[in-house]
């Protein structure tokens, strides 16, 4: 065994089990005492093969698998995937079922971004402020039970429409769930802006200029707590967004705190909108119709997760089954603002600044081989499968 | 003041010392974690929850990782939570007098007491595991930055009663006014000092579960884990016990002993719920900017003070 002080690096490994983690994800900070010099990042443990899934599905089950992609962010897949269907067959989905759709997108957003909070503050030892919002996170989780009848995966949306209405008993419901909830969130903001403790560990770490994180390409909440006005709901509004405008929350400073600041800002928008669907609720119809096969085309389709742009390239051949979907989830796109900002930091930060982010594993994990310009290659289905063996061999 | 006296056998073995001693250190884990839940909005352990937790880690077997010097690492608990016992011979525990008590074991026993934190840095260094190894260097770095203020701390009642021996100290404690209205800086320092000296939050950076997974125990399983979470569990009632004696007015019998330790504790579990994790750089900042300055006032408002008494 060789003796750890004749290594030139010392490396403190982070995952695929650790505490900190409550998914699986491989981190190796090389550090010099408590200082980070280096920092690495491994993805792949919960790769499912979901994209390729897609290919031997119909398009109605597709929406299904989609919406298990993440556990979290289930309705704004399952959203994506039906926006772009419905854009693929010429469909025009109703006014009402667009509505719900953005309510219940919005309800998740409440859901997520609370539950955010709570894993942060735990990544920080701030236990109270973790406990006190999973406990608040509950309201709205009961809300979308009594609404869709589950708590995760809320199977909303059909191709064409949506399964669920809202009724008038339903509504009141929900206006005083956001009632209490908009209570709480601004003592959360209270917390998060006066703690000293808190502050001490937020406050000038992982900062990120506007145009670095232009260049490395974030989205979502820790883009806009950098400055960047990048958020798809008013950029490119789908679902009822046109309708229901929204403001974009951002902020300055581009550290932990402003992230804390700008999420907890984004639930007051939140419950803003809310209040604004429920009020001026169209009516007419749920569904419409749908043809089995879509015709032949690609179409694109964009929503704003609750982590950030969403992107769905949907391929199809005319007939009842996809060419190919595309999936590009938020939280590939802002590993980089994670692990380029770690150099510096004390090793007590990485668990807040990975939690920062409000990283989603189980979306994340692709395979992705990089061609030479030289020339391409067409993997067969046994050679991919041969490929993944080997990998985690 | 009354005191009872009992034969040297009992009290080293059974009560106060040994068995008592263990047992009431479990109690008061189990308060502590209880206290801490409620005000976290959780439920919390049931009574004998600890119990259960020592009697399955005893139960388990204990794993020696490559890599270590088995003896130190079979050792260092035993060390560590017989070092603690021991301090509890020199405090007036539960109410009775000290079992032993001479000039000077003051400073016997806040050595005793940092035997348990040496320990542990030394499990940690012990072993090649990289979280051991931040959490021991946390550990021992934690150690250096609370111990001067928490010691001059308990300097400032020591030189109130003009003596050494805690037993004495706990008599003129009795006698004057409670020292947290005459030292309450003191207090302060101490009561803050004590929950650095047992690693409880915002000072639980060397056990950062987040960061370095459980810290310089992060390898230890079984019965030594066992010893050292047991060994905690004393020195909690210990580090009570002492500031209770100095500060609140001194101890007398049982019921006081347990009336002021569980009200200090109810103040601990607020103070561990309130904060978030501080870094070791920022616990090391706090207490040397602060809590040194904070106790060499309280130290030198003293002096004057009995200065100023005298002429």
Redesign the interface.
Known sequence: MESLANQKKFIVPIGPQHPALKEPGHFEFTVDGEIITGASVRLGYVHRGIEKGTESRTWIQNLYLLERICGICSHVHALAYALGVEKLGNVDVPPRAQAIRTLVAEMERIHSHLLWLGVAAHEGGFDTLFMYTWRDRETVMDLLEGLTGNRVHYSVNVLGGVKVDVDEKQADAIRRGVDFLEERTKYYMKVVTTDETFLGRTRGVGKMTTEQADELGTVGPTGRASGLTRDIRVDAPYAAYPLYPVQVVTGTSGDLLERFIVRIKELYETYRLIRLILDKMPTGELTARIPRRIPENEAISRVEAPRGELFYFLKSNGSEMPERIKVRTPSICNWSSVINFAVGLKLADMPMVLSGMDPCFSCNDRLVVVNRPTGSQVWTWEELRQYGINYYR | MTTITLPALIILLIFPGGLFLLASGLVYEWVDRKLVAR????VGPRWFQPLADMIKLLAKEEIIP??VHPGLFVTLPVAALAAALTAALYVPMFGFTPAFSFRGDLVVTLYLLSMMTLGIGLAGANT?D??S??GA?RTLTQLFSYEAPFLLTLLGPAIMASSWQISQINVYAHNVWWMIFTQPIGFVVALVGLMGKLEF??F??PE??????SGALTEYSGRGLALFRIGKDVELVIGLTLVVAFYLGGLANPLEFLIKTLVLLLVMAGLQ??????????TVGLWWRIGAVLALIQLLAIIIGRFIGRV
């Open positions: 005000f976290q909005n959780r490559t890599g090649v990289r979280f190894l931040v260097t939050p915002p639980d950076a950062a579960e987040t960061e370095i997974v719920s309130l904060f978030a994790r501080l870094r070791i750089d920022q």
